[in-house]
């Protein structure tokens, strides 16, 4: 079992920045692939980032491509997303998720444990 708590959301004008955290709880953090999903009101939940275990492959979508960082500090068992050059279209609820395997992906089917998610929102 694996247990994920998001924070670093909020508040903030567009082309700010944010920087979110995932810390997740167990001994095996650095054999799970990770990934970042987001829900905004009234829309499916879509992928924004992904990374390997090792961190050595990642993967965005392509509306963050180049704005978003994803990485991982297995020592501290903790991931992140670095948020640049935000836009009203970003904001959204923001969720952490494990696999149970090294493997990446990109949908969210693939995934096993999810963490209570962490609002973003941009203003104009």
């Known amino acids: 079992q694996v247990q994920l708590v998001e924070s670093g959301g909020g508040l903030v004008q567009a082309g700010g920045s944010l920087r979110l955290s995932c810390a997740a709880s167990?001994?095996?953090?650095?054999?799970?692939?990770m990934g970042w999903f987001r829900q905004a009101p009234g829309k499916e939940r879509e992928f924004v980032a992904g990374?390997?275990?090792?961190?050595?492959?990642?993967a965005y979508a392509d509306s963050v491509k180049d704005r978003f960082t994803i990485s991982r500090d297995n020592a501290k068992n903790t991931m992140y997303l670095q948020m640049n050059s935000l836009q009203p279209e970003d904001t959204a609820v923001y969720y952490c998720?494990?696999?149970?395997?090294?493997?990446?992906?990109?949908?969210?089917?693939?995934?096993?444990?999810w963490g209570q998610g962490t609002q973003v929102t941009v203003s104009l």
């Open positions: 998720a494990s696999r149970q395997t090294f493997l990446l992906r990109t949908t969210s089917q693939f995934y096993d444990f």
């Open positions: 167990g001994r095996t953090f650095s054999s799970y692939a």
């Open positions: 990374l390997s275990s090792s961190g050595g492959k990642t």
